[in-house]
């Protein structure tokens, strides 16, 4: 756009129009200034520098006399790749954070049938967005529905109950009419679980129930929601989980349920913190007035708490200013691609050097340069630097001049070098 705007700023001028939340508009803004695009042109140049140092090398090392040996001059140039890597390798990092705020976050409530799961969805959409029945398997198929939640835009997602034939006496103890899994039912819990294993946060729905004696209550926890939990887990794409204790309107007021029911969920659930289990009645919060009787409010507030978590930005070991990483949260899937596809370029670079350091002195590879292929070298510095340059869509013309110019000043001063040494 007449070279006023990158196409960083671009694609953040779309965002911002497209923006239905706050923190969806918060992103956007922040890519509008020109920060982001600064950042990636001054690694694009500190690569260039690079690339031009590499070059001189390979141009007059024979004929000039520099103030590093060759391997010196490498290892200089790994080190500064090397702290560049770690800075590109932590945008990619947080821009992939931020894609949670750009294309929301996937809340998936997992549970037993009759847990209460589409009650809460309904209490939290704010209507009847799902049947709510004391039929088992009433939801088959998963039901997505697109909210803002504290300025937060997520996608939460109601599903079929989960359940084994082996685990029918619990669902009997409810007061449905436990049995046999039907073939659709199965379909619906096979697709339950897969949008679970796909989610970046699992809400796990478990309620207080009749005991099979008849005498008091307890907290059954069906081993179908145990296992798909765990297999979220080892999948490394769940980022977070939380503990819903429904139908605690069946306990007695002097029921303590810190003691009873939490001891039990943290030992099924060993990576759960306590304040990540929320009693909650939808009865109550449908029925009685007053400062948050179901337990609603507060489910949601730690919900906002582990949003806040999983979208901040991760700052460097040691960085005295982690707001300067903020503005990573920005990048877009395009410019992510284009990162990872850097990284993977500093990689060859860094496997280069390291391949010719574990050579043995005297193999007969090019010993008088310490071993190290300059030229090869070179090139993926020269790749990793035109992945940022398609990124703000600046640069690709100026980089001849740009590297030659630094193999120019190598060669000024490296012939000062050797005349004044020659008097």
């Known amino acids: ?21 706050e923190q969806q508009r918060r992103l956007s803004v922040r890519g509008t200034n020109s920060d982001l695009g600064k950042r990636y042109e001054t690694w694009r140049k500190q690569l260039l520098h690079a690339r031009g140092e590499l070059e001189a090398l390979i141009d007059f090392s024979e004929d000039q006399h520099f ?14 790749v090397s702290q560049l890597r770690r800075q590109v390798k932590a945008h990619s990092t ?47 198929d998963v039901v997505e529905i697109g909210l803002d939640i504290g ?5 939460l997602g109601d599903m079929a109950g989960l359940r084994s034939e082996s685990t029918t006496d619990i669902i009997s103890a409810t007061g449905t009419e436990g049995g046999v899994v039907g073939e659709v039912e199965q379909e619906g819990i096979r697709r339950a679980k897969q949008r679970a294993l796909d989610s970046d946060i699992l809400i796990i729905v478990l309620s207080i129930e009749p005991h099979p004696s ?12 145990h296992q798909t939990v765990v297999q979220g887990l080892a999948s490394n794409l769940l980022k977070g989980a939380l503990v819903v204790i429904n139908k605690t ?30 009693p909650t009645s939808c009865r109550r919060a449908n029925s009685t007035k007053g ?34 990483w903020q503005e990573a949260l920005g990048a877009t899937e395009r410019q992510r691609v284009l990162l990872n596809e850097c990284l993977r370029h500093l990689d060859e670079f860094a496997g280069i050097v390291l391949s010719a350091r574990s050579r043995p002195f005297g193999s007969g590879e090019d010993d008088d340069d310490g071993d190290v292929d300059i030229v090869l070298a070179a090139e993926s510095l020269r790749s ?38 020659s008097h």
Request: hydrophobic content about 40%.
């Open 151 to 155: 300025g937060w835009y997520c996608k």
């Open 291 to 324: 400062r948050d009787p179901g337990g609603i409010q507060a489910f949601l507030g730690g919900l906002i708490r582990r949003f806040k978590d999983i979208t901040g930005p991760i700052a460097l070991e040691g960085d005295t200013d982690p707001s300067v």
């Open 214 to 225: 008849g005498s008091g209550y307890h907290l059954p926890i069906d081993p179908s929601v």
């Open 384 to 421: 990793a630097a035109e992945c940022l340059a398609h990124i703000t869509g600046r640069g690709e013309a100026g980089d001849v001049e740009e590297v030659l110019g630094i193999v120019f000043e190598k060669w000024i001063f490296s012939s000062l070098f050797t005349k004044s040494h």
């Open 67 to 80: 103030d590093e040996s060759p391997t010196q001059l490498v290892t200089s140039v790994s080190t500064q």
């Open 1 to 21: 756009m007449n070279n006023r705007l990158d196409l960083i700023q671009v694609e953040a001028l779309g965002d911002t129009l497209s923006a239905t939340t």
């Open 94 to 140: 947080n821009a992939v954070r931020g894609e949670l705020l750009r294309n929301g976050i996937n809340i998936s409530l997992l549970g037993a049938p009759n847990a209460g799961k589409s009650s809460l969805l309904n209490l939290i959409v704010g209507r009847e967005a799902a049947i709510v029945s004391r039929e088992a398997g009433t939801t088959r």
């Open 249 to 278: 309107d069946l306990l007695p007021l002097d029921d303590s349920i810190p003691h009873t029911y939490i001891p039990l969920i943290l030992s099924t659930f060993p990576f759960l913190r306590p304040d990540e289990i929320f």
